[in-house]
């Protein structure tokens, strides 16, 4: 692969809050390989970012690229051709968005999996695509009728949990509770037994990995973690002994603040008044749980549920999302880091992912604004390149 130049970089180091000035960025073989003044002379792949902004790609850690809208229009027996299909048209859109990797935590058909197959044989352009393959649900679970892997029982759990770790996934994806789907669900009620926790997570260590949890409330989250859950979704009821205690374990949460918080999508996307209903009454709560966890310390994942390109109100959910974390007492900085430096690590990336310096993945994202003077600035990449490669320009 040829060497490509960055020219008149501002580059924003998202673990300082600083900014490089006009700095040169040497890219090759997929990686930032230096920083320098100007390039040498006789280059040809130049491009002159002209003062603009760079900033590493964003990492969206709550994607379904396959999920179906309104959810309740599922088809279990979908082809898995079509599936994917869906899936690689989310996973484009996310990429031209500046995201330029994705945790997934459940897709019909394992779609994320044959989405990377697809980046990898080089057919198609897609994010980094961490996949949990299909999540796992009991059999009357809050993945049921969703296309999960269905189990019931500690053994059950395990070998479910191997099997989609054994199909290429990268962590393992529960459901400890409810959530605000369905009419009449209860996102406080728990739906795992002890022991189907400990199978999972077994299953999940003896794979050199993490098992990551779809949560509603304290009490579910109290007993997941203490059975060796590492990462929390959505946690719309959280109080402050709790909050204290996953900060303590280390462990992270997705807030996902924006499914409580995007009326006017679900609405265009056809959600039941019922489901809008749900997520309208639980807002102030979910506000109030992220804002104790942030305060505790709990170090906060970027994630969205929606497609990660759709837009919200004029920006891409992702990027709504990292707004809303500010509002609940994240630092401007620290909403960054949440889509960069603090997934990195979670994903044990933290040399290779989500900064732009030298030896880092060359996922990078040209903005006209410094993001740390306004997150909106991420909403409109003028260049966006993946793996050392330019997949959107508009310089
Ligand atoms: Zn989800």
Not at 213 to 238: D, P, T, W
Not at 241 to 247: D, F, G, M, N, V
Not at 276 to 303: Q, Y
Request: aromatic share 4%.
């Amino acid at each position: 692969m040829p060497t490509t130049w960055l020219t008149n970089a501002n580059l924003v180091d998202v673990e300082s809050g600083g900014l490089l000035p006009s700095q040169t960025v040497e890219v090759a073989d997929g990686l930032v390989r230096s920083l320098a003044s100007r390039p040498p002379a006789g280059e040809t792949d130049v491009i002159d970012l002209d003062g603009r902004f760079l900033v590493p790609g964003l990492i969206s850690c709550h994607t379904h690229l396959s999920i179906v809208f309104p959810m309740s229009e599922t088809d279990p027996e979908e082809a898995p051709a079509a599936t994917v299909l869906r899936a690689f048209k989310r996973a484009h859109d996310a990429l031209a968005a500046g995201i330029t990797t994705v945790r997934c935590v459940h897709e019909q058909n394992r779609a994320d999996l044959w989405v990377r197959h697809g980046q990898a044989q080089g057919w198609l352009d897609a994010p980094r695509i961490y996949g949990a393959g299909r999540a796992i649900t009991t059999p009357q679970g809050h993945g049921a009728g969703a296309a999960c892997a269905v189990a019931s029982g500690e053994e059950e759990f395990y070998r479910a949990a191997c099997e989609e770790l054994e199909a290429g996934a990268d962590h393992v994806k529960i459901f400890i509770n409810g959530g605000l789907a369905r009419a009449g669900e209860d996102p406080s009620a728990s739906e795992m037994d002890d022991g189907e926790l400990a199978g999972t997570v077994r299953a999940a260590d003896e794979h050199g990995t993490y098992v990551v949890a779809h949560s509603g409330a304290s009490r579910a989250i109290r007993q997941a973690l203490e059975k060796g859950v590492r990462c929390f979704e959505h946690a719309y009821e959280l109080d402050g002994p709790t909050a204290s205690l996953l900060a303590a374990r280390g462990a992270y949460l997705t807030p996902t603040l924006i499914v409580t918080r995007c009326e006017p999508w679900m609405r265009a996307n056809d959600f039941a008044e019922a489901t809008i209903a749900n997520a309208r009454a639980a807002a102030p709560g979910h506000l109030e749980s992220i804002r104790t966890a942030v305060a505790a310390g709990v170090p906060i994942l970027c994630g969205t549920d929606l497609p990660p390109a759709d837009d919200v109100g004029g920006l891409p959910a992702t990027v709504l999302e990292m707004t809303l974390l500010e509002q609940a007492g994240l630092s401007r900085l620290g909403a960054l880091q949440a889509a960069t430096t603090t997934p990195a690590r979670l994903m044990g990336m933290s040399a290779q992912l989500g900064q732009a310096r030298p030896g880092f993945h060359a996922d990078l994202v040209a903005l006209d604004h410094n993001p740390l003077d306004g997150l909106e600035a991420l909403g409109r990449p003028r260049l966006v390149m993946s793996r050392g490669k330019v997949v959107q320009c508009t310089l």
